[in-house]
């Protein structure tokens, strides 16, 4: 046994989220894109939706609009949620369900509280990701997994629970397929508890209290905090009461990103044509 455990993973950064209105006026907690800091590759967005509590019909998604270049990736911890796409895609998210949208070449969708849950008011919360694509793959054509909350990888544990939806942590490895090296967790710690994962050599990690507060090594992460982790093996442990937690992996991808608001690509001309492409309707059109 040493004192010093150099493969110790440490908190190399802490960014604080910022609130922004999407949707149809709906407020998120946003550590990025900012004016201060536009990704962590491969990582674009990072959305933290609720908890949060609406009335009877003032429930509020997203209307149509576009994607093109990247994945958005949703994860449910509360509440319904019903999606509809131009490729005639429909389909409801509860709790602990993801769905992994593959926009590729490009697809119209809207997203929101579903109709049932519009009507009786209810809760939200929930984690939208978006996962760039590498330059290979940004025209693919569009693909969706579901992914639901049975499928994933589980392990529960003293006063810890484990699932994996992405890639392997913890010793588990999830249901979701991905385009480049991700890797998706969710850990519930009670006060005290821990849990131990080697991370993958060369990917980016960040880990975000989705509710309550966590320790990594010395440094206490609050909520609204995205931590960025650096170190061969991470250990998290619980603060009081306790912690619904988020780690991400991801092996950067390296190329330049050109982005505005629903398209990344690489190039500012490849920009320029997916709004030509947009306003022509070549991404489908609505189907209600
Ligand atoms: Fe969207």
């Given at each position: 046994m040493t004192d010093i455990d150099t493969d110790t993973a440490t908190v190399s950064r802490l960014i604080r989220a910022q609130r922004a209105v999407e949707g149809d006026g709906f407020v998120v907690r946003r550590p990025f894109p900012t004016t201060m800091l536009s990704h962590l590759d491969p990582f674009l967005l990072f959305d933290h939706m609720g908890p949060m509590e609406f009335a009877a019909g003032e429930g509020v998604g997203t209307p149509w609009h576009p994607h093109r270049g990247f994945e958005t990736v949703t994860y449910l911890l509360e509440g319904e949620v019903e999606h509809r796409d131009s490729l005639g895609n429909h389909g409801f998210l509860n709790a602990g369900d993801t769905q992994w949208m593959t926009a590729g070449s490009g697809v119209l969708h809207k997203e929101g509280p579903s109709q049932a849950a519009q009507a009786a008011g209810g809760r939200m919360h929930g984690l939208q990701l978006w996962v760039n694509l590498p330059a290979a793959e940004k025209m693919s054509a569009p693909a969706y997994q579901d992914l639901r909350a049975e499928a994933n990888a589980r392990r529960d544990q003293d006063g810890s629970s484990v699932r994996v939806?992405?890639?392997?942590l913890f010793g588990l490895a999830g249901p979701g397929s991905t385009r480049t090296p991700i890797s998706y967790a969710h850990v519930s710690l009670a006060a005290g508890a821990e849990v131990t994962t080697e991370l993958p050599a060369g990917h980016v990690v960040l880990a975000y209290p989705l509710t309550g507060a966590f320790r990594i090594g010395n440094t206490q992460v609050d909520e609204g905090i995205l931590a960025v982790v650096e170190g061969t093996e991470l250990t998290v442990r619980g603060v009081a009461p306790s912690s619904e937690v988020i780690v991400l992996t991801g092996q950067p991808i390296g190329e330049p990103v050109a982005r505005y608001g629903p398209f990344v690509m690489n190039t500012e001309g490849e920009l320029r044509q997916a709004f030509s492409d947009f306003e022509r309707g070549r991404f489908g059109t609505p189907d209600d």
């Open positions: 939806i992405a890639g392997r």
